[in-house]
Every structure is written in structure tokens, then in C-alpha cells.
């Protein structure tokens, strides 16, 4: 699952700087629900790192059985902390 097709999915463009707030609450209430819908791992992986990435993501335990999905949850959301720059 590409990222870009998954903006275009769910936002209708690949350029979310453009989406209205409104559109961007509509398209990830959508994914929420393809989430609780969706049986393949790695379609799963792929739309809770979209809504991860949104700051949207639900947690961990609610969303993948198997440990090693969650470990790969974890290390995504590690990695990402590494490439922010500090708040302060």
C-alpha cells in the first residue's frame, strides 16, 4: 500500500497541506473505520502509520494481535521520535 495512494484514498490529493480541516477529520474518521475493517497485517500496519503520522493512531493493543506488529508499532514510532527535532 503506497502512501501517496492512501492520501489520494482518503484525502483526495497527496498534497494534505491543501485539505481543509474538515476533510482532514472526515478522511481520518474513514481510515479509523477501514482499520477496524481491515483483516490483512500489513494493510493494517499501513493505515495505522498513516493515522500515526496524523497524530490520530489508536493504541497499540487495540489495534494488532500479534507482538511483532506492535514491536514494529514501537520501533516506528521510535524512529520517528529520532528524526524530530527537539521542542525545545
Known amino acids: 500500500m503506497d502512501l501517496d495512494d492512501q492520501m489520494r ?7 494534505l ?9 472526515a478522511g ?8 477496524g475493517l481491515e483483516r490483512d497485517r500489513a494493510r493494517r500496519f ?3 502509520t498513516l493515522l500515526y503520522m496524523l497524530d490520530a493512531a489508536p493504541a497499540l493493543d487495540a489495534v494488532f494481535e500479534e507482538e511483532a ?6 520501533n516506528l514510532m521510535d524512529m520517528s521520535a529520532r528524526m524530530m527535532p527537539d521542542a525545545d
Open 46 to 48: 499501513a493505515l495505522w
Open 9 to 15: 484514498r482518503y484525502f483526495g490529493t497527496d498534497q
Open 28 to 35: 481520518i474518521e474513514h481510515m479509523r473505520v477501514d482499520l
Open 69 to 74: 506488529d506492535r514491536d514494529a508499532a514501537r
Open 17 to 25: 497541506a491543501t485539505v481543509p480541516p474538515e476533510a482532514i477529520a
